[in-house]
């Protein structure tokens, strides 16, 4: 329990800095104190233990301290957004605490939270409480959301088991100490960040939070930052934006997230910000697999301890080693399945294995090769290519702010490869013969290039290709009138 961590460094170094939030620094002491005050305010709330609470507040730190309050109680937490009025997560709680009004029918029980409301509860003199609610393995203490599977917004119920073993993963993989300084550039709601700045309390670090950073480059160098988690398209803005002296920090470890990093984009980043850059393969149904872009040619990454991995065919039958088959994985830190929905929990959840949807090949026990999702690998003269490999190319060689492929079928019924393009002229014949250089590899043939205003991405940074798809053949339509 992460108070309970905030406490034994409160007794050990009261005056260590746990977070700096609004340029003001807060000790382990005083947030220890605080997490008694808040903790004694949640109680009046009267959730049962067991039951669920919505948190929608852009204060950071508070939202962290009401977090934490009713984790002490043996409630769980869900973080709302800014004016976030989710109903498929609320639907799921008892009580909701927002900064902002929500429809009558979205929950049971409502707390609106003022500025006022905040500095009372904050001036309330810490009392010794009752023992924290007694834990239990697979007591739900956080329920957190996903998309990226399934293709629809799904609730997860993170156990104990399940939220202490991401904890653990994150310490296991970028190794936070006391002089860990870590920034959280993502609100609660992204569960990746959250997890990695609780890791990072643990081990007695400093987390810096601020709602918004104007310069996350001089932020970095500023704060001493030692540990940071990105999106791809955050960690590709934030290179655009640093200046031609920026001097690289001496020991940034950036860890990745939502979508694969580009070997060009990780190639920037590792010249100009990171020591090290972490780039996983996994979900929030699972936590981490294997590290990408860390493999030998050939031979796959290597998957992390405690997690399995097999390709099997469409009967559930491993296949041969280096055989293309579908993913299906097991962790000690997975989910048994979504809130509300048996149905896609029947179907993702089988057997004590999670299938994710994506194909891969095991050259060998204990690697992996991720090939992508069926329905978004191209078919480009009857071979499977991975998207994210031709759009590798084209940034790398051709003069573009973004780019997103996808195939549509021609009258004839062939698959034609379109590129979408952001910040080009499609009509410049440079750039059609850098992107011809680019897909000399691909044997794509022909190919019909578009200027878009902006790619589809979800909230991490994921193209969509459905919506991709659907704007490339809108675009075709006007163009046949």
């Not at 896609?344 to 060998?364: H, K």
């Not at 991975?386 to 009258?411: K, Q, Y």
Request: proline share 6%; hydrophobic share 40%; net charge neutral.
């Amino acid at each position: 329990m992460t108070a309970k961590y905030i406490a034994f460094h409160a007794a050990e170094r009261p005056d260590a800095v746990a977070v700096i939030y609004g340029g003001r620094e807060i000790s382990y002491g005083r947030f220890h104190r605080d997490i008694a005050s808040v903790t004694s305010a949640a109680r009046e709330f009267g959730v049962a233990r067991g039951r669920a609470v919505a948190i929608g507040c852009d204060d950071y730190y508070f939202h962290w301290l009401l977090l934490l309050a009713f984790e002490r109680l043996g409630a769980a937490t869900a973080s709302l957004g800014a004016n976030e009025t989710d109903a498929p997560l609320l639907a799921h709680v008892d009580l909701v605490l927002s900064e902002s009004d929500l429809p009558p029918a979205s929950a049971p029980r409502q707390h609106r939270i003022t500025p006022a409301w905040i500095e009372r509860v904050l001036e309330r003199t810490p009392v010794d409480e009752p023992q924290d609610a007694p834990r239990h393995p697979e007591d739900i203490v956080r329920i957190e959301r996903t998309s990226g599977t399934t293709g629809a917004f799904k609730c997860l119920p993170n156990s104990r088991r399940v939220f202490d073993g991401a904890i653990e993963n994150w310490i296991w993989r970028c190794g936070p100490t006391r002089e860990c300084r870590y920034l959280m550039t993502m609100p609660f709601t992204v569960a990746g960040p959250y997890h990695h700045a609780t890791a990072c309390l643990h081990a007695g670090g400093t987390v810096v939070m601020e709602n918004r950073v104007a310069d996350v480059g001089a932020e970095l160098v500023r704060r001493r930052i030692t540990q940071v988690t990105f999106l791809p398209i955050q960690l590709k803005a934030v290179l655009d934006r640093l200046p031609a002296d920026f001097v690289k920090p001496p020991n940034l470890t950036v860890s990745t997230l939502g979508a694969t990093v580009m070997p060009a984009l990780r190639a920037q980043a590792t010249a100009r910000l990171a020591t090290r850059l972490y780039e996983t393969y996994g979900c929030n149904e699972v936590g981490f697999v294997c590290s990408i872009g860390i493999s030998d040619e050939g031979r796959g990454s290597i998957v992390f301890p405690g997690a399995s991995v097999e390709i099997v065919d469409e009967a559930d039958r491993r296949v041969p080693a280096g055989r293309p088959g579908w993913i299906r994985i097991r962790t000690g830190t997975m989910v048994d399945g979504y809130l509300g929905d048996p149905v896609t929990t029947q179907r993702m959840f089988r057997g004590g294995w999670f299938y994710p949807g994506d194909l891969g090949i095991a050259p060998e026990p204990g690697r992996l090769i991720v090939l992508g999702r069926e329905d978004e690998l191209l078919n480009i003269g009857g071979k499977k290519i991975r998207p994210e490999n031709v759009e590798n190319s084209i940034s790398t060689h051709a003069s573009v702010a973004d780019v997103g492929v996808c195939t549509l079928r021609d009258p004839q019924g062939v698959e034609q490869l379109w590129i979408a393009l952001v910040g080009a002229t499609v009509e410049d014949d440079t750039l059609l013969k850098q992107i011809k250089y680019a897909l000399r590899d691909f044997n794509a043939g022909g190919f019909l290039a578009v200027k878009l205003a902006s790619i589809p991405r979800t909230a991490t940074g994921k193209i969509q290709r459905n919506l991709l798809k659907e704007r490339l053949a809108a675009h075709r339509r006007d163009a046949q009138g």
